[in-house]
């Protein structure tokens, strides 16, 4: 998985011409824009000096959305048309949407193209459109701030963030009037704001902690090139769980009842979120709760007793850790810098067990809300063409293998997971029927062997293939996964060169709990999943031969079979079809030798004759050696 520099063909330009870029981490609870400027990187602050823009959106009748903290103050009075967590919506079809939308206070509508819809007072809005609006926010702060339009930005996504969620999130920025120079995965961002691709070599473990997410990454830097070996996390963990907690905490202190009213809810949750983060600096914090009609409640909670709250979860992370490591196939005492990003990540708790599982220094020099921004807008400003001698793209990992749909139900995989990207491999394959013009491809996501086990991601045909018996043709299907993550296949018959492609973009993506899911699934039946691929390539087999059998025996039965033969090859063939589809690899395999002893006569004879007729009209002599 060694990985090369790669430059973007066209994107270099004059080099005193300086040309305005932004990078964009377009996160879960808040977003930020970064530039370089005079060569200094920061993230840029809207009119009141505050750097983070909460990802909120409130939609209103008859008035344009509002964005961010305005919004946000909002939530507690106006919960329904105030989106917030879009992020986790993006590119997810109506059925994601109805598991995550029990936890989710909105209304959805289905949309047409099978994107869920969110009802506002200021309409029905699909996530890409929300997400547009906190993009748009951005790149007016960035003009204002820099004082001119962007050429182009570069957008971070999560690791794991597969094609629909890509396309989506490129779709956003299109629609907030952005030029996408790249989508780049945030672990990579943040380790390219410490500047480790300038330093020697080495592994790196990105931990991250934000709102409602955690992500672990480990990238090895190799000659001044970065890696990612691998991926992990838990998508329903992050510093909102810690506020729950907290909250708990406090209800109980206070004596609050469960299903008390939404705006007491929220109030509930900022005061809990308030105590946290004051308890990263404090050892201790006044709470101070202020509920709808009813008595206020004021209390203390120490450092000790939120460590002692939240430990479980601050552990919890540790598990994706462990597995980012394994993955990897490398061990804790192998990572030599460990990247703290995330606003949860300042709290001492976290930043402790951390430093204690990986036994090293954690980098926290760069504030962990904004160090994504950061790393994105140094990569925004080299493909802007800005640093013309240092022309580095990132490669990245796709999270899944990809493969194609082979006889029998079983996916061969052409890209393998954690694959770095950009990547393109080619496999050929073949014709099952004698004559068969047409093949159907079928291109699958996952790791397991079965394709009913792995998802769907397109199907296409490629049509025009020269009619030959069966195995004669051979089909070159080309996988390739572009920089931002995103598949094209491309089918060619190789002796006429028809082709066939298609761009992947699935109308909804896969939940990243569902990535998880598979993953497991993939370890835990490996030894079935044997199994299964021997019965269906067995079954293959059977259908092969009975294909064969039949065809054979339409063309020259009568001339070179006589009746005993005849019935016996036709009662091992009847044999074969009565087990070809039950599920003993074994008996499956039998009866296929059976049909081949019974044959075997006969197969010579036509072998023989098909010599004789090639050499009909021909001389014996021409085919005496000289
Ligand atoms: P995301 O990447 O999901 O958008 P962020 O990285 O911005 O999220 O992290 C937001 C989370 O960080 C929130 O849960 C917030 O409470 C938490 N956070 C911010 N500052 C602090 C702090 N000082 N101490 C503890 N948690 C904090
Ligand atoms: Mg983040």
Request: charged share 25%.
């Amino acid at each position: 998985m060694a990985l090369l520099q790669i430059s973007e063909p066209g994107e270099s330009t004059a080099p005193h011409q300086h040309r305005l870029a932004a990078g964009i981490d377009l996160g879960t609870t808040n977003s930020l824009v970064a530039s370089v400027r005079s060569g200094v990187t920061d993230t840029l602050p809207d009119k009141d000096a505050r750097h983070l823009l909460p990802s909120v959106v409130r939609y209103r009748a008859d008035a344009a959305p509002v964005v961010g903290y305005q919004a946000l103050a909002a939530a507690t009075e106006d919960p329904l048309n105030t989106i917030a967590s879009v992020k986790r919506l993006m590119g997810r079809g109506v059925e994601d949407v109805k598991t995550l939308a029990e936890h989710l206070p909105y209304e959805f509508v289905p949309g047409s193209s099978g994107m869920p819809l969110l009802h506002t007072a200021g309409g029905d809005v699909s996530p890409v459109e929300v997400s547009a609006e906190i993009l748009r926010t951005l790149k007016t702060r960035a003009e204002e701030s820099l004082g001119g339009e962007l050429a182009g930005v570069v957008v971070t996504v999560p690791a794991y963030f597969d094609d629909a969620q890509r396309q989506a999130t490129k779709d956003a920025a299109r629609l907030a009037g952005l030029k996408v120079l790249r989508l780049l995965n945030e672990p990579t961002a943040a380790a390219v704001a410490y500047g480790l691709d300038q330093g020697g070599d080495g592994i790196t473990a990105i931990y991250d902690l934000g709102g409602g997410t955690f992500d672990v990454s480990i990238l090895r830097l190799n000659k001044g090139v970065f890696e990612v070996m691998s991926t992990a996390g838990d998508t329903a963990l992050g510093g909102d769980d810690l506020d729950r907690l907290v909250a708990d905490w406090i209800m109980q202190q206070a004596g609050m009842q469960a299903g008390a009213s939404h705006v007491d809810m929220r109030r509930l949750m900022l005061a809990a979120r308030t105590a946290k983060e004051a308890l990263s600096e404090q050892t201790s914090a006044t709470v101070v709760l202020e509920l709808d009609g009813t008595a206020n409640w004021t209390g203390e909670l120490t450092r000790d007793r939120l460590d002692e709250l939240i430990a479980p979860l601050v552990e919890k992370t540790l598990g994706p850790c462990r597995r980012a490591l394994r993955d990897a196939g490398i061990r804790a005492g192998d990572v030599q810098s460990v990247v703290m990003v995330g606003g949860s990540t300042r709290v001492p708790l976290v930043r402790e067990r951390v430093a204690g599982f990986f036994k090293t220094e954690l980098m926290v020099d760069i504030d962990p809300d904004r160090v994504v921004a950061v790393g994105a807008a140094i990569q925004a400003d080299i493909l802007a063409g800005n640093k013309p001698d240092s022309e580095m793209l990132l490669l990245d990992v796709i999270p899944l293998s990809l493969g194609i749909e082979t006889m029998g139900g079983l996916s061969e995989k052409i890209i393998q997971r954690n694959s770095t990207i950009p990547t393109a491999r080619a496999q050929e394959f073949t014709t099952f029927k004698d004559g068969q013009t047409a093949m159907s491809l079928h291109v699958v996501q996952g790791e397991r062997e079965l394709v009913d086990d792995c998802r769907s991601l397109a199907r296409f045909e490629l049509r025009g293939i020269p009619p030959m018996v069966a195995g004669a043709a051979r089909i070159k299907v080309t996988f390739q996964v572009d920089a931002d993550g995103l598949l094209s296949v491309i089918a060619e018959e190789q002796t006429q060169g028809v082709t066939s492609s298609i761009d992947v973009k699935p109308s909804y993506g896969l939940s990243d709990n569902e990535i998880e899911t598979m993953l497991r699934d993939s370890m835990d039946s490996a030894a079935g999943d044997r199994d299964q691929r021997r019965l269906r390539e067995e079954q293959v087999e059977a259908d092969r031969v009975l294909e064969a059998l039949h065809s054979a025996l339409a063309s020259d039965a009568d001339e070179l079979l006589g009746d005993a033969e005849r019935a016996s090859i036709d009662a091992a063939a009847q044999a074969l079809a009565a087990v070809r589809r039950g599920d003993d690899y074994r008996e499956i395999k039998r009866a296929i030798a059976a049909v081949e002893q019974a044959s075997s006569g006969y197969v010579e004879r036509r072998m023989n004759s098909s010599i004789r007729s090639a050499m009909a009209g021909h001389k014996v002599d021409e085919f005496k050696a000289p």
